[in-house]
Structure formats: C-alpha cells, structure tokens
C-alpha cells in the first residue's frame, strides 16, 4: 500500500472531474425536484465506481470528493510488501494501460544458486544443510537447505547449479550478492 509513484492519467482526471460535478449537484440547494436528486446521486455513485475500477481505494475517492479541483496526478500504491528490485519506467515516461512499473521481491526468503564442482555432485543431495557466508557481510554466516541440483551439467566450467532456500528475516542477503558455502554431509 505504500505510494511508489504519481501519475497522470486522462481517465483519472476525467472521472475526478465528473465526480466533483456530481458532488456539487448534490451539494446545491433543495429546490430541485427528487428525480433529479436521485440523477445527481446516481452520477455520484457512477463517478466514485468509475475511480474505483481505475484503481484508488475508498479513502482515496472520499479525499478526492473534497478537493477544490481534479488532481493532475494520483498515487500509484504498491500491491504487495516487498523490496523494489527493477524499475520499468523512468520519470516523464508514458506508460500504457497495465504496463509494469517495477518488480517487487519478498526478500525475507531468498534462492541461493551455488555453482557445484564436477567431482562434489556424487556426495550433494536435495535436503543438505547449507552454510554459507556473503563476501560483502563477513562474519556473518546464513543457514540454507539444498532444494534443487540441475540435472545438466556446464560443459565449459565443468559445474552444475545448487539452489538453496536460505531465511533472510533483516533483509541483508540482497540480488546480486557473491558467497561461498559449505554444504554438510
């Protein structure tokens, strides 16, 4: 839920600008008969339906309702927790209806992907412990079980891929990371 980005959108503008026109019918003074009250309360509804289906939640409508004039810009919400890994998009970018904006991880787990030496394969087997350390965080070690040896070997570095599921409550195992491990047996 947390703001990520703001942008400008035509439908947005012009579904905030139809639903103060619809806020100010309803707000004028009684004298109207009660059909039109009930078209003005029917193009409010129809208004707030209209952002809603464009993605802004309720508090963001009811803060809309009281606004002066339509916004040139909304909030973009992050639809899960998570760590921004990959931005898409770039400031003053256009960007089409459901494109990407950026890629979020949950980090609190991470994959590991050992390279394993030719000669070690016969003793390493899915379930093995892992300990490995991170040469950006020495003295730090991680614990890590083997969940997948590939099958196909790496015909020019004569190693095949470990990957290994290590916890990663603090975050400090991040992308990119080198480490070295030890895999008991």
């Not at 012009?14 to 707000?27: F, K, S, W």
């Not at 909304?74 to 899960?80: E, F, K, L, N, S």
């Not at 590939?150 to 570095?157: E, F, I, S, T, V």
């Amino acid at each position: 839920g947390q703001v990520v980005a703001r942008m400008y959108s035509p439908e947005v503008y012009a579904a905030h600008r139809d639903l103060l026109t619809a806020v100010g019918q309803l707000e004028r003074p009684p004298g109207g008969s009660a059909l039109s009250q009930d078209a003005a309360a029917g193009a409010l509804e129809a208004a707030r339906q209209r952002l809603s289906l464009l993605g802004l939640n309720a508090a963001e409508i009811a803060e809309m309702e009281r606004a002066a004039e339509p916004a040139l810009s909304v909030p973009v919400r992050a639809p899960a927790s998570g760590t921004v890994v990959e931005r898409h998009v770039t400031q003053g970018q256009t960007v089409p209806a459901g494109a990407p904006l950026l890629t979020l991880a949950d980090l609190s787990e991470v994959w590991v992907q050992l390279d394993a030496f030719e000669n070690d394969l016969p003793r390493l087997r899915v379930g093995q412990q892992v300990t490995l350390e991170a040469t950006a965080l020495p003295g730090e070690a991680y614990a890590g079980v083997v969940a997948f040896i590939d099958p196909q070997l790496d015909a020019k570095r004569r190693t095949a891929e470990a990957r290994d599921v290590v916890d990663n409550p603090e975050g400090r195992l991040r992308p990119g990371l080198f480490v070295q491990a030890v895999v008991s047996g």
